[in-house]
């Protein structure tokens, strides 16, 4: 079945440094989704990736899907306090069922 | 529009006993999904539902059955609940599979002793 890895499990940053989450998926995929999750909270949707090479921007989030389509990052630029939390990658391929990877816990010393 | 609302909030179980987990939405969407989330871990689907009166396991179905019979409700049912199912249980929705993105709700917290 589909195997996902996301790397690094943890990252603590000094805030306004960049962060860097990585998704990498054994199968090639259909989309990929990236979600967020504040402490004691439920996870957000933040953004879909469909196309190869494809590269999205929310404010100092950038996000990019592999020519491959088989991996896919999530950078911030200059992290805030209100960065905090985990971010999980969700990819999608008709081979298989719903997953979500491990998630990349971000903690930052203000 | 309240989009996905879960009950209780907080439930202790002691093993053995059953409960329900309910979850309802607002969205009109035909997807909706359980998920269960332990300590520091990622998110394990348990069932999904296509629409109503369509429902699918997940990767972790044992030990829970659902059941959708409209669209709005999708609830979570555990029988002889065990110490291995205290976690976090969320439900979302979405309006597609393929494309668009998962809302969730705010979760239930279960502990089993």
């Known amino acids: 079945g589909q195997q996902v890895m996301q790397i690094p499990q943890y990252q603590h940053v000094q805030e306004g440094e960049d962060f860097t989450t990585y998704c990498n998926s054994s199968t090639t995929l259909s989309n990929i989704q990236w979600y967020k999750q504040r402490p004691g909270g439920h996870p957000v949707f933040l953004i879909q990736?469909?196309?190869?090479?494809e590269v999205k921007k929310q404010k100092r989030l950038t996000f990019q899907f592999g020519e491959a389509k088989k991996n896919s990052s999530l950078h911030i630029t200059a992290t805030q306090t209100t960065d905090v939390g985990t971010y999980f990658c969700s990819p999608y391929s008709s081979a298989s069922k719903i997953i979500f990877g491990s998630g990349t816990r971000l903690s930052i010393r203000p | 529009n309240a989009g996905v609302t879960q009950t209780p909030k907080f439930r202790i179980l002691k093993i053995g006993q059953s409960m329900t987990l309910q979850c309802t939405q607002d969205m009109n969407h035909n997807y909706m999904y359980w998920y269960r989330q332990d300590p520091g871990m990622g998110l394990k689907l348990i069932y999904y539902?296509?629409?109503?009166?369509?429902?699918d396991k997940g990767e972790v179905p044992n030990g829970y059955n659902v059941s959708r019979s409209t669209t709005e409700d999708f609830p979570l049912r555990l029988e002889l609940a065990a110490p291995s199912q205290t976690s976090v249980y969320f439900c979302a929705t979405s309006p597609g599979q393929v494309f668009g993105g998962q809302f969730f709700g705010p979760g239930t917290r279960l502990t089993v002793l």
């Open positions: 990736l469909v196309k190869s090479g």
């Open positions: 539902s296509v629409g109503a009166g369509i429902t």
